[in-house]
């Protein structure tokens, strides 16, 4: 796991994505235990209140939830709830502004469609 914040972007809401990130990516599963407050600050070696905030934001949406004197777990759901958050943000982010370049460049959906397979034939690492 990467220490390092960008500068741009709330620490708060770097340390949610990172959680979102392992969740994603099934390194959290469903029932899994997440790493606590504590570990996080000592880790990152941040402030505790800027992990609480975070950490909390997922407990509000429930992607994750407290079990008292245990720690903090995934949640049932929580893959397929960040996966459609995701989704709709790759859409609002990505997807809208490609559209309506390709129309103002006059390339049919066709085309775009062709153009995406040929990117993804791509080594991108």
Known sequence: MNRA???NKPIFMQ???RIEDQIVND???EGDQAPSTTQLV??????HATVSKG???LVDEEIL???????MFVAKGAKEKLMQKRKEAFVDNYVVGLVQEAN??????SEVIELV???RGRDLS
């Open 5 to 7: 914040f960008d500068d």
């Open 55 to 57: 950490v909390t934001q």
């Open 27 to 29: 390194q959290l599963k």
């Open 117 to 119: 397979k040929k990117v």
């Open 15 to 17: 340390v949610r994505e």
């Open 65 to 71: 939830y407290k079990k008292r004197g245990v720690g």
């Open 42 to 47: 000592n880790f990152y070696k941040i402030n």
């Open 104 to 109: 103002k460049l006059g390339i049919s959906e």
